[in-house]
């Protein structure tokens, strides 16, 4: 759901280290925002492209747990647009519902539109009412965080996340954005056809994943069937993904399983937890490994 999003946040953490630089409930004010880069890639060029409104999901896709209120010269240092356009745009989706204008900061936060929209799309995905019970299963055996996600647009958006352990001290939840480096985000870079993933890599520039992170993620998947992320933001988490075309037909998914190095080290993560996972997408695969 779009109110759980947030650009740069690295798997179990709920914010990037040094992205700190948001607003949160507090309304405090955003410092030197980082901004997004605009253009090229995802249709722009065509004629049927309504440029107003992807500015508009833009905004949307602002908002995330470290950044719960924002004001309009925010979202124009996030997304790179002018502040009058921000504020019409800001006018607009307030009007709609999609925005909730606080007066006492300036600020605005998501509105229950949004809410309405995410909840839309998750009661209609069949594949994740499918994994459940599996992912449940999976959580429970490992005492691990088990998450189905999906791509969109420059990271993975969790459509379903279980959490198996008091010793999850992060808890993320659904709508959470997993970066490209993170073991999801890998393990779909990986099991992209070479043309497609050439593009998104062009595509997304500066902001693509390391290429030779990108070619050990291929290596991995085609020895193992997994992708792995041991220790690569934080020393003391472990994450391992499993990608897969659902056989409902509603394209690929990638289906992870991590937690803190203690609870999953290194062996137990490839000797029993991969398998464990591989075997859970088994059932959800229409071509199975």
């Known amino acids: 759901m779009l109110t759980e999003i947030n650009y740069k946040n690295e798997p179990f953490m709920m914010q990037a ?22 253009g090229g890639g995802l249709g722009t060029a065509a004629p049927d492209f309504i440029v107003a409104l992807a500015r508009g999901l833009d905004v949307l896709r602002c908002f995330g747990p ?17 502040k009058p356009t921000i504020s019409r745009i800001t006018y607009t989706l307030t009007e709609l519902g999609y925005l909730r204008y606080h007066r006492d900061s300036g600020k605005y936060s998501p509105g229950y539109g949004v809410l309405a929209l995410g909840f839309g799309l998750l009661a209609g995905l069949e594949v994740r009412e499918l994994a459940r019970a599996s992912m449940a299963q999976l959580a429970r055996d490992t005492g691990g965080a088990v998450a189905l996600g999906a791509f969109d647009g420059d990271a993975m958006v969790y459509v379903e996340a279980i959490h198996g352990s008091s010793e999850l001290y992060l808890r993320l939840p659904v709508g959470y954005r997993a970066s490209l480096d993170s073991a999801m985000g890998r393990a779909y870079v990986a099991a992209l056809p070479e043309a497609q993933r050439a593009a998104l ?33 934080r020393a003391d988490i472990n994450a391992v993904a499993v990608p897969f075309q659902s056989v409902t037909g509603e394209g690929m998914f990638v289906m992870s399983c991590g937690g803190p190095a203690s609870l999953l080290p290194a062996p137990a993560l490839r000797e029993r937890v991969a398998p464990a996972l591989r075997a859970a997408v088994r059932q959800l695969s229409g071509n199975p490994p």
């Not at 470290?66 to 002018?82: S, V």
């Not at 997304?204 to 070619?215: E, F, H, K, Y």
């Open 201 to 233: 890599l062009t595509r997304l520039g500066q902001g693509a994943p390391d290429l030779a992170m990108v070619r050990q993620a291929q290596i991995d998947l085609q020895a193992s069937g997994c992708c792995f992320a041991l220790g690569a933001w």
């Open 17 to 38: 280290p040094g992205n700190s630089s948001g607003s949160g409930a507090d309304g405090a004010a955003l410092s030197g925002p980082a901004r997004r880069r605009r």
């Open 66 to 82: 470290g950044l719960t209120t924002l004001g309009n010269q925010d979202l124009a240092g996030l997304t790179g647009l002018p």
